[in-house]
């Protein structure tokens, strides 16, 4: 099957407020393309977030400064 996922890899694993869990991923597809996948659990829901790396060095910049705000 050409396109599909090739390697997932858990980075980190995260248990979060109100019963939630989060795990970050490196999701490496065959041809070559790598994402990065945040992951939410609620339950038996899931919520997949699968970002390039520009959009997750964006996002993590975003969390960086608002959690410095928070001190």
Not at 4 to 22: D, Q, R, S
Request: proline content about 3%; hydrophobic content about 40%; overall charge negative.
């Amino acid at each position: 099957m050409s396109g599909g996922i090739e390697k997932t890899t858990i980075l980190a694993e995260y248990e979060l407020p109100w019963n939630k869990h989060a795990s970050v991923q490196e999701i490496c597809y065959e041809g070559g393309m790598t994402m990065l996948r945040l992951r939410i659990r609620e339950g038996r829901r899931f919520t997949d977030l699968e970002l390039m790396p520009e959009n997750a060095a964006a996002l993590a910049q975003n969390f960086a400064d608002w959690a410095a705000r928070q001190k």
